[in-house]
């Protein structure tokens, strides 16, 4: 596996010690959750990074409030007039 050193200076690193979990662990988490929030990498390949299960990965997404599903307003209204259709 590659590693990169980073220096987060004093604070940061202070800041994150404080949140009960390993740094690099806490930092590789926010990486991946910014990476998908941009619409970068999917669900699956972000749960791979993060070793664990696609379904916990995109509960966790939820909790931080990044959503599954991206609609524009009317892609939504499209969606959900298509879904009444018999």
Same mark, same amino acid.
């Given at each position: 596996? *590659?590693?990169? &050193?980073? @220096?987060?200076? #004093? @604070?940061?690193?202070?800041?994150?010690?404080?949140?009960?979990? $390993? &740094? @690099?662990?806490?930092? %590789?988490?926010m990486i991946v959750f910014e990476l998908?929030? %941009?619409? $970068?990498?999917?669900?699956?390949? =972000? =749960?791979?990074? $993060?070793?664990?299960?696609? $379904?916990?990965? &995109?509960?966790?997404?939820s909790e931080l409030g990044i959503p599954?599903?991206?609609?524009?307003? *009317?892609?939504? %209204?499209?969606?959900? =007039? #298509?879904?009444?259709?018999?």
């Amino acid at each position: 596996m *590659d590693s990169t &050193i980073l @220096d987060l200076g #004093e @604070d940061l690193s202070g800041f994150l010690a404080t949140l009960g979990r $390993l &740094i @690099d662990q806490t930092v %590789r988490e926010m990486i991946v959750f910014e990476l998908y929030r %941009r619409g $970068l990498v999917s669900s699956g390949k =972000a =749960a791979e990074l $993060l070793g664990i299960p696609r $379904l916990e990965f &995109i509960q966790r997404a939820s909790e931080l409030g990044i959503p599954y599903f991206r609609f524009t307003e *009317d892609e939504w %209204r499209a969606e959900v =007039a #298509e879904s009444k259709r018999d």
